[in-house]
């Protein structure tokens, strides 16, 4: 098990009046293997939820475990390590490149977990070549190069970690269609052949539709649907929720209405060509 929140509440406390983001969370997400989506609309809690993750805040309440390490810690206990299990990219992580050469950045998460220079640059070429930068791209620098380029040198520097759980706020946020599809490739590639667990804050219907294997959903706080797309989209709840509909099922809705084409659920756009190609009208 990776992380385990039980009961877990997360207060702000201001002059003015305290806000409680987090309410009685029960979740887990497993150390591999998963690939989870976390939906709501502003203001529902995900940010919070997963800062929890890799204890950059601790509940108010509740119990919160993390890779064995109850949050918040003991007195004195250190807690840094848990953020080699456990990876954060916030949005648009290319504002914190800072070194002259793309090795040396992504290299430098290591460094400061104190791993020796050699064993940094090797996990930083592992990195780098997870995310599609070759050794051409080592010795640019990181401000002279695209901006989804950019992007993927601020996953590698967290990949260079080495994290079992890598958690993903909003990562496609400002790329162009391209770019989201080709890094979303790369976390699906990341999830599938090195088996480590993403969990994926997101807006995009069709990026959830495509990639996750499971949906947890806020609403004010409380997790309100943990499961399955194919049980997402039909729960009796579902226009409560604040989402949309994946393309795919906007389309075949559509379709059916007006073409009586049978609505047949399709998530992908591969897989709505392929269905609407064998429908004989």
């Keep these: 098990m990776g992380i385990q929140f039980k009961s877990v509440s997360h207060e702000y406390f201001s002059f003015s009046n305290n ?12 150390k591999e293997g998963e690939f989870v989506a976390i939906l709501g609309h502003t203001g529902a809690g995900k940010s919070t939820l997963v800062q929890h993750m890799n204890a950059l805040i601790y509940p108010t309440s509740g119990e919160l475990t993390v890779f064995g390490t109850n949050l918040p810690p003991k007195k004195r206990e250190k807690v840094n390590h848990l953020r080699q299990k456990v990876g954060l990219v916030f949005q648009f992580p290319e504002y914190q490149l800072f070194e002259n050469t793309i090795i040396e950045d992504i290299s430098f998460g290591p460094k400061n977990f104190k791993v020796t220079k050699d064993h940094a640059l090797e996990n930083a070429k592992k990195a780098a070549a997870l995310v599609g930068l070759g050794e051409d791209m080592y010795n ?4 002279q190069i695209s901006g989804g380029q950019m ?3 601020a996953v590698a520097g967290v990949l260079a970690m080495d994290p079992s759980i890598l958690v993903l706020d909003e990562p496609t946020r400002g790329l162009d269609p391209k770019g989201r599809d080709e890094t979303m490739e790369i ?49 009796p709840d579902f226009h409560l929720f604040n989402l949309d509909y994946p393309t795919p099922l906007k ?25 609407l190609k064998g429908v004989k009208l």
Excluded: Q, W
């Design 187 to 235: 976390f699906k590639r990341i999830n599938e052949e090195e088996n480590k667990s993403i969990v994926l804050i997101t807006h995009d219907m069709d990026i959830v539709s495509k990639y996750a294997k499971r949906i947890v959903v806020l609403k004010e706080g409380r997790i309100v649907f943990d499961g399955c797309k194919e049980d997402l989209y039909v729960h």
């Design 140 to 143: 640019k620098s990181p401000f």
């Design 19 to 30: 806000d409680e983001a987090i309410k009685d969370i029960n979740l887990t997400i497993e």
């Design 251 to 275: 389309i075949l809705k559509y379709l059916n209405e007006k073409l009586n084409i049978p609505f047949v659920p399709r998530y992908t756009k591969e897989d709505l060509i392929t269905y």
């Design 151 to 153: 992007r993927r040198v």
